[in-house]
């Protein structure tokens, strides 16, 4: 079973034997299909590419913007929020890699 990915908006999917007949966030109509038709990736296949990574920039003392490149999906940017007794990941990108889970802790 796989976890399928719709590379236009970047949301996953739960696990799946087949690839999703549609992508229910790009069927919405704030978002759009693919002209080229729906297509889907895996993380696995993601990672495995070579093809992607993510940069962590220090926008400020405390604070991290994490984006993909080259961009995925609708380019989302994730920000970490390093607090003293916790942290805050605000908002999500689709491609995670060990390095980020590590550094997001
Ligand atoms: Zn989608």
Known sequence: MKKFICTTCGVQYTESNHEP????ICEEERQYVNPEGQSWKTLDEMVQSGQYKNV???????LYSIKTTPSFGIGQTAYLIVGEERNI???C???LDPYTIEFIG
């Open 21 to 24: 007949d549609h992508c229910h």
């Open 93 to 95: 990108i689709t491609y």
């Open 56 to 62: 962590i920039t220090k926008e400020e003392k405390g």
């Open 89 to 91: 990941l605000w908002d």
